[in-house]
Structure formats: structure tokens, C-alpha cells
């Protein structure tokens, strides 16, 4: 019975998740019984480690991570497992050979939000403790008559304390974020200053009751957790070998028409 162990910093029951297991189990391995298990670390990044460690423990086939975060807690444990990164948003210049997956291109959908918008504050909101949103944040091209301001929250407890006053606003992705959308949603939909917004998964937009001012360039995030689903089977069929690992590729794309 092939195992699997999933570890995300967030729910252990997001949209995402579900989408995995059900293509997992409804997918091309419908055949198959898996030894299936969510380690979650609740929100609390101080708990990501010590999941890894328990997913790792479990000597499964297949590691599976929501987020490069939970990706590099699964690698810094030295496993030699296959890990497969769900919609991840980073990933290092010389990756290890059992990486793969599938990783959100942060950068391109940053700057590209940044020069469209309708807008000449933006407030970009991101997570100052994980290394994919910082490294986006440092690599925003700057765009004549624009000026960008940071909102770094890491905790979702913060959100609700925010008063976003800039005429426009930006989410940079990752794996609490999307799962506390409706939160996020709830800073800026009802702000009349607000009166530009990009999101990059279009379940934000799906939240929002101001949908005329709200606009998606990004990825899509279920599908793409569907992808690892597939690649997980692949992994788990007799004979694979970890060297026919294939490199970390481009999650799937979703964009409103001319966005």
C-alpha cells in the first residue's frame, strides 16, 4: 500500500488539499488504497519542523508539501524521499535531485500586477517571514508614477487590525494566504479608498462582493495541486526510479481576459 504523507503550515482541510486527494483517489491511481495522512502545522510556522519531521518519520513513498515553506522543512530534514511541492513558490538555484513539483512564478505576476493596475498608491501586502514573498517583494520593478507601500503580516490575527488607505492593492502568494482569503478580502472590499485590486488565485475574487474593481493575474491553485496528485501516481508505480524525478515546473496559469 503506497504511503503518503502531505505537510502544509496551514489547514489540514483547504480546497486544495481536497482537490489533491480526490484527484489522488478519483485520478489515474483510482485503483489504488493509499496510506494518506495531512500533517499540519495549524498556522504556527514554529510547528512546520516538527511536522516534517513526523512526515519523514513515517518513511512514506511520497512526501507531498503545501508551499515552498513546508517543502524546506521537509529538505532540511535530509530526507532522500521524493518531495513533490505543491504550487510552491520558490525554489533554490541548484535544487536537490528529489525535488519536484510545481512552483507559482511570484515575480512575474508581481510586476505585472504592478504595471497594470489602475492605480498610483498600491499597497502590496506580503508574509515578511517566508523567503518566496520576500524575494518577490525585493524584485518589483519600479513603475513610473506608482509608489509602492510594503504591508508585512505574517500572523492572520493582523489582518482585521488593517486600514489599507492607498487607491490600490496587491497580494503576494503564499500558502496562509490562500488559505485566509476571505480575511484578506474583508480588509479592502468595503474600503472606499481601495479602488484597484489584484489578486493572484481567483479564489479571492470569488469571495468578493466588489468584483467591478477586483481583477485576477495569476495561477490556479486547485489545478495545479491536481497536477501533484497525477505526479504522485506516477511516483508510487511499480518500478519508478527517483532519478526520472522531473524538474519543478510551472503551476497552471488563470487570468481574467485582458488582465
Not at 84 to 107: D, E, H, R
Not at 153 to 167: E, G, L, M, P
Amino acid at each position: 500500500m503506497p504511503k503518503v504523507r502531505v505537510v502544509t503550515p496551514t489547514d489540514p482541510k483547504t480546497d486544495s488539499i481536497k482537490a489533491f486527494h480526490h484527484r489522488l483517489t478519483h485520478g489515474p491511481c483510482s485503483q489504488v488504497t493509499f496510506d494518506y495522512r495531512v500533517y499540519s502545522a495549524a498556522d504556527n510556522s514554529d510547528n512546520l519542523d516538527d511536522m516534517a519531521g513526523y512526515a519523514v518519520g513515517d518513511a512514506p513513498n511520497v512526501l507531498v508539501a503545501c508551499g515552498w515553506m513546508a517543502a524546506q522543512a521537509l529538505l532540511n530534514t535530509g530526507t532522500s524521499l521524493p518531495v513533490v511541492m505543491a504550487a510552491g513558490g520558490y525554489i533554490p538555484n541548484s535544487p536537490p535531485a528529489n525535488l519536484t513539483g510545481f512552483k507559482l512564478n511570484g515575480t512575474d505576476v508581481a510586476n505585472h500586477q504592478l504595471a497594470h493596475i489602475q492605480a498610483s498608491d498600491v499597497t502590496v501586502l506580503y508574509d515578511d517571514t517566508n523567503d518566496a514573498s520576500i524575494e518577490i517583494v525585493n524584485n518589483l520593478t519600479a513603475v513610473s508614477g506608482k509608489t509602492v507601500h510594503l504591508l508585512p503580516i505574517h500572523d492572520r490575527s493582523k489582518f482585521a487590525q488593517q486600514n489599507v488607505t492607498t487607491d490600490g492593492f496587491l497580494v503576494i502568494p503564499n500558502a496562509m494566504y490562500y488559505d485566509h482569503c476571505a480575511e484578506i478580502v474583508a480588509m479592502v472590499d468595503n474600503n472606499a479608498s481601495v479602488r484597484a485590486i489584484y489578486y493572484p488565485e481567483r479564489e479571492y475574487k470569488a469571495i468578493s462582493g466588489n468584483q467591478g474593481k477586483v481583477k485576477v493575474y495569476g495561477h490556479h491553485i486547485q489545478n495545479t495541486f491536481r497536477k501533484a496528485a497525477d505526479l504522485v501516481c506516477t511516483i508510487v508505480s511499480p518500478g519508478f526510479k527517483i532519478s526520472a524525478l522531473p524538474p519543478v515546473a510551472d503551476a497552471d496559469v488563470d487570468n481574467d481576459a485582458g488582465a
